[in-house]
């Protein structure tokens, strides 16, 4: 998970999923008004079957609606099917909006393989 480009004064907003107060998953959302980028869902292996993504899926979107967040994107190197499921649909990489563009996680952190993906919520 890149973390290069977080520090405190980043407007990303983290849930974090416990299992006997240990922490087992995090998803984030970095804003950009209407705008947020997906940041690193991951869920410890020995709790993906149980249902834990779905949860930090679903408590991200509620989060982002909450914040009036109508658009999400994410960058991807081998989650498009996974993340396929909730409704994101692949784009090319020269569509997304210039506050996306302009992130560490689009320009320097994640390939220029990884897969681009848009829902709007």
Known sequence: MPVEDI?????IQFIVAKFDDIIVGSVALERFNSIGLLR???VKE????DGVGLSLINRIFDFARN??????????T??????????FKELNRK???????????????CPSSAILMHKAI
Do not use: H, W
């Not at 914040?67 to 991807?76: D, G």
């Open 7 to 11: 520090d405190s004064n980043s407007s």
């Open 40 to 42: 690193s869902l991951c």
């Open 46 to 49: 020995e709790f993906r079957k």
């Open 67 to 76: 914040e009036k967040v109508s658009e999400i994107y994410l960058l991807t």
């Open 78 to 87: 081998s989650a498009d099917k996974y993340f396929a499921k909730f409704g």
């Open 95 to 109: 569509n997304a909006p210039v506050q996306i563009q302009k992130t560490s996680q689009f320009r320097d952190l």
